[in-house]
């Protein structure tokens, strides 16, 4: 038998479960110090680099290997997190596009067989993809799950328009795909990753076993990772540019930046993702060219951000100085001023490929029937 007594703490006790499964704990809440840590920006001073590789197996858009002159820029050295999103979220009572769909993309492991099963509108050729409902930024896999723990994780589930929102309020903006390059590199010329030449596990978030069903977590996550989970990838102080989670930019995939946006327009993320592969035998080869390309509305349980901002043009053009480390650990001097090759004319746009990653469901988008997010 209840007394009035138990049932007030029965009470309590549900009351509690509610609040702590919509909500972050107390102790898990950052310190405003904490939140401004991970939107640090770091100087990327103008400079010219070879953009792209001329790789036997690059995909459509990595190559060719071009000169390419950016001018200063500031870019966040850490993707953008969870904390410092929901910051966001609250000044504005934001709304991301995931949340007015009611449902976004989530990989197969991280749901319930039942969630899985009742599925429906998987990606043809990428069933590890399930439209989970109530899944966005603070439910990362649905109604359940939570951010609790999580805080320092790059945001996830958020589209381009979402991610162009954040960079706003903050004054920045979202990094074109040739910024984020030239930060990627961090002043290193011509190597296949952001330090080096060498495969380097305990630097990057990638999958390890076979896809989809094991991640052996060689690297220690099978999902995504904090932002801050790996050292810093390159001589810029950068965290997390390749592996983790793909960014957004600003550039479009076919390289036409000044058509009229429909609703087949394509943008470029780059980086990769935990999902991506060492060698391209499933998904992506993670490298600091890998490049994909998504509608603006598009979202996933892989897709974050980070900002970028222009720097007035009194500041130095030169390229950053001090030590550039190459793969065999040896010092290497930042890549100096070149030629524009191809008589300076742009680089012929590659067409994309329609089956990199997926649109959403019930906005009439058409939904390419790709191999991975």
């Not at 401004?36 to 990327?44: A, N, P």
């Not at 190597?191 to 069903?213: A, T, V």
């Not at 991506?276 to 499933?282: C, Q, R, V, Y």
Request: glycine share 8%; charged share 30%.
């Amino acid at each position: 038998m209840y007394t009035r007594a138990t049932f007030l703490l029965y009470s309590v006790v549900i009351s509690w479960v509610f609040w702590s499964s919509e909500a972050t704990l107390k102790e898990d809440v950052p310190l405003d110090a904490d939140v401004d840590h991970y939107e640090e920006m770091v100087l990327i001073k103008g400079q010219q680099f070879t953009m792209g590789t001329d790789a036997e197996d690059a995909k459509e858009g990595e190559g060719p290997a071009r000169l390419q002159t950016v001018k200063s820029f500031k870019i966040n050295r850490y993707p953008v997190t969870i904390a410092s999103f929901r910051k966001f979220v609250k000044a504005k009572k934001y709304k991301t596009e995931a949340e007015k769909f009611g449902w976004s993309f989530v990989l197969e492991m991280f749901v319930s067989k039942k969630v899985s099963k009742e599925a429906k509108d998987r990606i043809k050729g990428a069933p590890w993809w399930v439209p989970v409902d109530r899944a966005y930024w603070r439910m990362p896999e649905g109604k359940g799950s939570t951010i609790e723990h999580r805080l320092n994780h790059p945001v996830v589930h958020v589209s381009l328009r979402d991610a162009k929102a954040f960079c706003d309020w903050h004054g920045w903006r979202l990094p074109t795909e040739m910024e984020w390059e030239a930060a990627a590199r961090g002043g290193l010329a011509k190597r296949k990753y952001p330090w080096g030449n060498k495969f380097d596990l305990s630097r990057m978030n990638i999958w390890q076993g076979k896809f989809p069903e094991k991640n052996a977590k060689k690297d220690g996550y099978k999902g995504v990772s904090p932002v801050d989970a790996f050292p810093e990838q390159n001589e810029y102080d950068l965290y997390d540019m390749v592996g983790n989670v793909w960014e957004w930019t600003s550039s479009r995939f076919d390289g036409d930046d000044d058509a009229e946006e429909t609703e087949n327009t394509k943008y470029v993320l780059r980086g990769g993702s935990y999902i991506d592969s060492k060698d391209g035998s499933f998904n992506h080869q993670v490298r600091v060219t890998t490049r994909t390309g998504n509608t603006p509305d598009a979202g996933s349980d892989n897709m974050g951000f980070r900002c970028a901002v222009s720097v007035p043009k009194t500041d130095s053009q030169k390229p950053p100085k001090g030590k550039k480390i190459n793969q065999d650990g040896k010092k290497q001097q930042a890549e100096g001023p070149k030629v524009i090759v191809q008589d300076g004319k742009k680089a012929k746009p590659i067409k994309p490929n329609p089956a990199d990653l997926n649109g959403k469901k019930s906005t009439g988008r058409k939904k390419p029937t790709g191999d991975e997010l």
